[in-house]
């Protein structure tokens, strides 16, 4: 994992550049992530950020091929103030034309070509702009994919290589498993013969537990339980006697007690890649919503980085402000000052 060894603890700036609603304010992106917020990132010890971006930021549906100025300059400016502070940056295209990780009913990507060639535009045109940027910059292609099987994001991602290796022939470069990024597909994705390639994974396992209550998701929301960390899942059998739809899912937790011994199981198809590849991988997104207990996002927190620093595994947790996840709250305030130093831990 040496190439990864300066990405070893960092944080989502989620909500910033990406998930900021339905219209987009100048307002919010000129005060939701400041300079400071960098520099206090820097200061609890971490060494890099994860920076979502939706692509209205930087390119507008009614203008394809277009790119605004504004908009890339939020992103400059931001690995500008991380390059002061010391910290790298791992750059997230979050939403592409055709396709985002929320709306799968309405996504085209993979059936437009259009939209295909507008994500490979973007990242040529970001592999130019950001061509002096290349020690502390990594280029993430696309989040959370979900298809039936990776075979055309195996396809669009080998494009996507291509078209930044014609401007820069050792960028890292980032791709992530199928599924929502899922440990469980790492096996799917194809290993280029390219040595600055990274395979990303995502880990929210169990589900139940780290989006305990999820308002925007069904089953958490008609599950409803507080659940503590580590514990069994409250009358989950029961549960899904009564919502068949959701048992193939989860199962498997029935009568089984969430731990760190649970936890490493879960993670054994990344290890199992690595073995088998010889390749890099991170884990781009974790994390535990505010609805569970304090106590136990903690212990989930400790578990899971305990995992990946014995594993030498890089990660960024979800997020640094707000969005349900938040290390600090929407005015900036640090939620708990432990949670913090655990997910900053080295």
């Not at 820097?42 to 890099?48: F, K, Y």
């Not at 300059?73 to 910290?87: Q, S, V």
């Not at 899942?233 to 011994?261: C, H, P, S, W």
Request: with cysteine; charged share 25%.
């Amino acid at each position: 994992m040496e190439m990864m060894k300066n990405y070893q603890a960092g944080v989502n700036l989620g909500g910033w550049l990406s998930q900021y609603g339905a219209e987009l304010q100048k307002e919010h992106l000129d005060t939701f992530i400041v300079e400071a917020d960098i520099k206090r990132i820097a200061e609890w010890g971490m060494d890099h950020v994860r920076l979502p971006v939706d692509y209205p930021i930087i390119e507008d549906d009614a203008a394809p091929f277009e790119y605004k100025a504004d908009g890339v300059a939020y992103i400059g400016n931001c690995i500008g103030w991380c390059r002061k502070y010391g910290l790298n940056v791992v750059l997230d295209l979050h939403r592409t034309a055709g396709y985002s990780h929320a709306t799968l009913a309405a996504n085209s990507l993979f059936d437009d070509q259009q939209a295909q060639l507008r994500f490979l535009s973007i990242w040529r045109m970001l592999a130019e702009t950001l061509i002096h940027e290349r020690e502390h910059v990594v280029f993430d292609l696309l989040n959370e994919i979900v298809e039936p099987d990776s075979s055309r994001w195996n396809a669009l991602a080998r494009k996507a290589v291509q078209v930044i290796r014609e401007i820069d022939s050792d960028r890292k470069i980032i791709v992530g498993s199928n599924h929502y990024s899922s440990v469980y597909t790492l096996n799917e994705l194809d290993v280029l013969d390219d040595p600055n390639i990274i395979y990303t994974f995502h880990f929210y396992e169990s589900h139940l537990f780290t989006h305990q209550k999820a308002y925007w998701n069904e089953i958490f929301v008609k599950y409803g339980q507080e659940l503590a960390y580590p514990g069994e899942f409250t009358g989950l059998e029961a549960f899904l006697e009564q919502n068949m739809e959701y048992r193939k899912a989860f199962e498997r937790y029935i009568g089984v007690r969430q731990d760190k011994a649970l936890m490493a199981r879960e993670l054994e198809p990344v290890l199992a890649f690595v073995e088998k590849t010889g390749r890099p991988v991170y884990c781009g997104e974790y994390g535990v919503i505010e609805n569970a207990p304090m106590q136990s996002r903690i212990n989930w927190h400790r578990d899971f980085i305990d995992l990946m620093k014995a594993y030498k595994i890089g990660r960024t947790v979800w997020t640094y402000k707000s969005m349900d996840f938040g290390l600090t709250d929407a005015a900036g305030n640090i939620i708990n000052e432990e949670l913090v130093k655990i997910a900053s831990e080295k």
